[in-house]
Each structure stands twice: as C-alpha cells, then as structure tokens.
C-alpha cells in the first residue's frame, strides 16, 4: 500500500509540482522573454528520495528515484498574457525500496504543467497565482535550453498516517 501511494505521490508532484528551493550558488537572470515560444520536455528526475510513512510512532522508509523516458511533450509559453500549455506525454520510470523490497512501475505523465500562468524572476520560474503559485528554480538557460530544479519537503496526513517526502526534482526544457 505504502508503495501504490509513493506512486500516486510522486505522479502527482512530477506532474503538479508543489514545492521548490531558490537557492542556487550561481543564478541565472531570466525575463519573461527567455521563455516565450514552444519548448520540447526532454527530461525529467529525481535522485536520492525518500518518503517515511509514519504512524502510532513506528515509521517506514521508503527510498525512490524516477526517470522520464519516451518524451512526446511539449510547453508553450505566451507572453501578453502570461500563459503555459503543455501538450504531449511522457513515460516515469518509479523505482522504490522498501523494507529491502524494490519495486519498479511505470506511468504515463501528461499535461505536467497544471497552471495557466507563468512569470519569470531573477533565477526563478513561477507558475500559478496567488495561493496556488509554485516556483522552480532555473539552474541553467540558454536559447535552446532550460534546466529546472525544485527541493520537494512535504509532509501530508493520509489516513491517521504522516508521510513525509524529501527529494530534489530536476526537469529540462529544449527548442
């Protein structure tokens, strides 16, 4: 059970990411006009996770990492309104120990970006509004390419039990 639910939490991160760091040794200054146009989604990560269900003061850990594979996506961002669409698909590679129990799923990933606004700020790229904003942070941006990475640090009740989930996202972008 512990593992269908990392699964559905991490689909639902990868695909609605909630949670960022800004922090960056060297940042990159973005405006709104670096992004505009049409990008290809050709990768997608996470190393080095963990997710520790919690509950009555026993705790499991589970370890995960995901890769994105058999990229058909597409973001495009439109300026004056500030708007995202993505387009497309891609297929997650989930690998989970538990216990000294691994398991491996795959899913299908689409329409990753649930927000329909977006702006750029110094090193950081936000998506959504108000309450409902999320932030990447922009590790690299060129013309054809976009390097994206967010800290994941949540903890969420589901059913009695705390989960709590600590992993370190990273996505890239390219024309």
């Given at each position: 059970?512990?593992?269908?639910?990392?699964?559905?939490?991490?689909?639902?991160?990868?695909?609605?990411?909630t949670a960022c760091s800004d922090d960056n040794d060297n940042p990159v200054i973005a405006t709104n006009a670096s992004f505009v146009g049409i990008w290809n989604l050709t990768a997608v990560e996470t190393n080095n996770g963990t997710s520790t269900y919690s509950l009555d003061?026993?705790?499991?850990?589970?370890?995960?990492?995901?890769?994105g594979k058999d990229f058909d996506a597409t973001v495009l961002f439109s300026e004056n309104p500030n708007?995202?669409?993505?387009?497309?698909s891609y297929t997650t590679v989930l690998t989970t120990n538990t216990l000294g129990e691994t398991?491996?799923?795959?899913?299908?990933?689409?329409?990753?970006?649930?927000a329909s606004e977006w702006r750029a700020e110094g090193n950081t790229l936000y998506f959504g509004s108000g309450d409902e904003e999320v932030s990447f942070t922009i590790t690299s941006l060129t013309d054809t390419k976009i390097n994206l990475s967010f800290e994941m640090n949540t903890?969420?009740?589901?059913?009695g039990a705390d989960i709590h989930t600590v992993a370190t996202y990273y996505m890239t972008l390219t024309k």
């Open positions: 059970m512990i593992n269908k639910y990392l699964v559905s939490i991490l689909a639902v991160f990868t695909l609605l990411i003061g026993e705790s499991i850990v589970t370890e995960f990492e995901a890769v708007t995202i669409i993505s387009e497309g398991n491996t799923e795959e899913q299908e990933g689409e329409n990753y970006f649930d903890t969420q009740d589901f059913f």
